[in-house]
T-cell receptor, first 115, second 116 residues
Framework: AQSVTQPDIHITVSEGASLELRCNYSYGATPYLFWYVQSPGQGLQLLLK??????LVQGIKGFEAEFKRSQSSFNLRKPSVHWSDAAEYFC?????????????FGTGTRLQVTL | GAVVSQHPSWVICKSGTSVKIECRSL??????MFWYRQFPKQSLMLMAT?????????EQGVEKDKFLINHASLTLSTLTVTSAHPEDSSFYIC????????????FGPGTRLTVT
């Protein structure tokens, strides 16, 4: 069974500083990997995804992530954080069910941005 | 594109009653829909996977007689919490996945259920 670990429960960064959120996964085959963001009381918005190909993936809102098979990692980065980036971030790994991907989520990292 | 809606967004019900939550894909056909439950400040836990016209597949530990899932069409899935109790209070989120090998899930905005 697949699993996801997000080691950092809570991270605080200053606006304008760089950001890296860690994600490690466990899956027997080539994984489908996702990063989602959730604002309080809201659903999830997809930031980016990795299925195959280039291991550096660009997403929305200036986010990027790099798939490193040797480290089983898919860390999320942003060079300059904005106050509006404060939210909960979830990494997820997907396993194909044939026509869809069954997702397993990490426990999330809460990002706080100080001005 | 790929918008998923949920209704209601917020519901309060009395203990012992049932409540139905709807999940709709507005601009695509969803061959597979997923239902998640999220407790405060915790991650999403998959409850069940449903394919249009088939019985839902429930995750281990989820009571299928308590959480009834119906996926009667390619744009609508419903979750009915039967005989609700306060411990069923939670944030319920659905997602939908289209056909054609698109493995991405599109998430609804969630429904906050409070059982008094």
């Amino acid at each position: 069974a697949q699993s996801v670990t997000q080691p950092d429960i809570h991270i605080t960064v200053s606006e304008g500083a760089s950001l890296e959120l860690r994600c490690n996964y466990s899956y027997g085959a080539t994984p489908y990997l996702f990063w989602y963001v959730q604002s309080p009381g809201q659903g999830l918005q997809l930031l980016l995804k990795y299925f195959s190909g280039d291991t550096l993936v660009q997403g929305i809102k200036g986010f990027e992530a790099e798939f490193k098979r040797s480290q089983s990692s898919f860390n999320l980065r942003k060079p300059s954080v904005h106050w509006s980036d404060a939210a909960e971030y979830f990494c997820a790994v997907g396993a194909s069910t044939g026509t869809a991907s069954k997702l397993t989520f990490g426990t999330g990292t809460r990002l706080q941005v100080t001005l | 594109g790929a918008v998923v809606s949920q209704h209601p967004s917020w519901v309060i019900c009395k203990s012992g009653t049932s409540v139905k939550i709807e999940c709709r894909s507005l601009d695509f056909q969803a061959t597979t829909m997923f239902w998640y439950r999220q407790f405060p400040k915790q991650s999403l836990m998959l409850m069940a996977t449903s394919n249009e016209g088939s019985k839902a597949t429930y995750e281990q530990g989820v009571e299928k007689d308590k959480f009834l899932i119906n996926h009667a069409s390619l744009t609508l899935s419903t979750l009915t919490v039967t005989s609700a109790h306060p411990e069923d209070s939670s944030f319920y989120i659905c997602s939908a996945s289209g056909a054609g090998g698109d493995y991405e899930q599109y998430f609804g905005p969630g429904t906050r259920l409070t059982v008094t």
